[in-house]
């Protein structure tokens, strides 16, 4: 376990991160500042306040059509619709700020991965190391279907995934000490000795090429994973720096930890930093904020909360009686999310019927939830960090920004005073705010 707890702020560039219909709740700016290069920049400026080790963006590109065969749905109540593209404000956030990280979602669907390195070892380099990069195989056959393609068979995703990341690799690992010279009398820049050109001829992708970037404050950006299948899990451990999960209670956090540890040990890597997903509503007393979670519940349609839990199930939820028991069945979609929304009504030793679990993603996106006072947040997220042993939290808030700003100003100081959330950056990278 961490001597203290990592923080990161989990965002969409759409009018919701997990909460559907957010967006229409009074309290929310999301849907109006969402176009807005200043909404984004107050957001990053109160998390670096609060001295969140990153931001990070979630991003699937295309509506889903899982659900009664198409984007109906998610386009009537604005479920992850539109979904704009994240990273133009990874730039716009790191140009607000100094220290904060900024963790962004690209897909290795569609995105070469030569074109893929150039864009984020360039914002690496803008931001002077404070880049991560969620690396993600695509789980959502909307996505792929929008450029052409079907969605690959769920564990070759990962064969894919692993040669891209070889030759990202063979770009960042290129430059030998000494490479870049910046020499102004003598005219010289660079030392093409010293920069290795890249000749990768793989199964599913070439490249011959010199990388076209500096090498930035933190040499590589940070990678992060969020596969937690086996082949996904397998994946993770090899690659990120930091590993997202969601698991829906304590038993099945640990439960996770578990058979992470065993995949670390089978892969002789170290323990891996677990940030577990986790969603808030606050209010400046109890009662206020459980009258905040009705609010937002009793906005949440049903079909809204099948639309969006068929995108990760690869299943037309339409087609099931919502009363069913929500087994965990094959699939080539997300079977981390399947699995995890299987166990959402299992704490207690009973099945899960999947209009439990639609309720849950609906409301959370199957995160598990804390509700409170800003005193009542600080001890249940106290407590289920030292009860998990994680490493940290990927934290949603139900409405944007202003409960993002509560908990900066009101959650953050009490963890401060207890000594377990840091009060001040101690380095200026994405990976020393890990490391540290
Ligand atoms: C906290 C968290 C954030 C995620 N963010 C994204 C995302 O932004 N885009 C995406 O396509 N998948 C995202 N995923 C899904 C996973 O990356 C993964 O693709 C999916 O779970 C399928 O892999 P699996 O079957 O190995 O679990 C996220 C998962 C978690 C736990």
Not at 239 to 248: G, K, R, S, T, V
Request: some cysteine; overall charge negative; proline content about 6%.
């Amino acid at each position: 376990m961490s001597s203290h707890m990592h923080l990161v702020q989990m965002l969409f560039h759409s009018p919701i991160t997990h909460t559907a219909l957010s967006w229409a709740n009074e309290a929310d700016g999301q849907l109006e500042g969402m176009g807005d290069f200043g909404y984004w920049q107050n957001i990053a400026r109160t998390l670096e306040r609060g001295c969140f080790d990153a931001v990070f963006f979630a991003d699937t590109p295309a509506a889903s059509d899982q659900y009664k065969g198409g984007p109906e749905t998610p386009i009537k109540f604005g479920v992850v619709w539109p979904t704009h593209d994240p990273m133009p404000l990874v730039a716009v956030m790191a140009a607000a700020t100094k220290q904060l990280g900024i963790g962004v979602t690209l897909s290795v669907t569609g995105t070469p991965p030569y074109l893929a390195y150039r864009r984020i070892s360039t914002l690496d380099y803008l931001s002077h190391g404070r880049i991560g990069w969620n690396v993600v195989t695509g789980h959502m056959r909307a996505e792929h279907r929008a450029i052409g393609n079907e969605l690959m068979e769920h564990d070759e995703r990962y064969d894919y995934a692993d040669e891209y990341m070889e030759v990202c690799y063979a770009l960042w690992d290129s430059f030998s000490t000494g490479a870049i010279l910046k020499n102004k009398k003598t005219g010289i820049l660079g030392d093409p000795e010293k920069i290795k050109r890249v000749n990768h001829q793989g199964k599913y992708f070439r490249c011959t090429a010199v990388s076209p970037t500096m090498p930035s404050a933190q040499g590589r950006p940070v990678i992060f994973q969020a596969g937690s299948s086996g082949r996904g899990m397998e994946f993770a451990v090899k690659h990120a720096e930091a590993i997202f999960a969601i698991q829906p209670h304590l038993d099945a956090m640990l439960g996770f930890s578990r058979r992470l540890k065993e995949a670390a040990d089978v892969a002789g890597k170290p323990e891996a930093k677990v940030l577990f997903g986790l969603h808030y509503v606050i209010g400046s007393t109890e009662a206020e904020a459980k009258r905040r979670l009705e609010e937002l519940r009793e906005r949440v349609p049903l079909d809204a909360a099948l639309s969006r839990i068929s995108a990760p199930l690869g299943i037309d939820c339409s087609t099931l009686d919502p009363d069913q028991p929500l087994d965990e069945v094959p699939t080539q979609a997300s079977r981390g999310m399947m699995e995890a929304l299987s166990k959402v009504g299992t704490e207690h030793g009973k099945r899960t019927t999947l209009r439990q679990a639609a309720t849950q993603m609906g409301l959370t996106g199957g995160l598990p939830q804390v509700v409170g006072s800003p005193e009542q947040i600080a001890d249940q997220i106290e407590r289920l960090w030292r009860d998990s042993g994680a490493f940290g939290f990927n934290l949603s808030a139900a409405t944007k920004p202003g409960m993002i700003e509560e908990f900066v100003d009101h959650v953050v100081p009490i963890l401060q005073k207890r000594g377990i959330v840091r009060r001040e950056y101690s380095g200026t990278t994405l990976r020393e705010h890990l490391n540290s």
